[in-house]
Nanobody, 122 residues
Framework: QLQASGGGLVQAGGSLRLSCDAS????????MGWFRQAPGKEREFVAA????????FYADSVKGRFTISRANAKNTVYLQMNSLKPEDTAVYYC?????????????????WGQGTQVTVSS
């Protein structure tokens, strides 16, 4: 199971750090990703990290502002979000999967957290 937390209400330009805690299995060998879904829109890729943590991937819209990282000893993945914009407002989901092919693809992930709301006011 994956549990996302850390969402909230922040002003534009502010920062938040999301956490995704894994339990029930060892996700240290899993690729992990963050996705988001804004009202009326499809869920979209935000960031991903391979199981070793050496390779990270970002959507163009968040590149340079968001940083994904993982602490395998804690079975936790983080998403540091800086310089937040109103268009970043969405429910953010963490996801995990072993043996991921296309790490940026939503369809590749079989394990999902419940989501945490991020609201950025202008």
């Amino acid at each position: 199971q994956l549990q996302a937390s850390g969402g909230g209400l922040v002003q534009a330009g502010g920062s938040l750090r999301l956490s995704c805690d894994a339990s029930g299995r060892t996700f240290s060998s899993y690729a992990m990703g963050w996705f988001r879904q804004a009202p009326g829109k499809e869920r979209e890729f935000v960031a991903a990290i391979n199981w070793r943590g050496g390779d990270t991937f970002y959507a163009d819209s968040v590149k340079g502002r968001f940083t994904i990282s993982r602490a395998n000893a804690k079975n936790t993945v983080y998403l540091q979000m800086n310089s937040l914009k109103p268009e970043d407002t969405a429910v953010y989901y963490c996801a995990g999967q072993a043996g991921v092919g296309r790490i940026t693809s939503l369809a590749e992930y079989g394990y999902w957290g419940q989501g945490t709301q991020v609201t950025v006011s202008s």
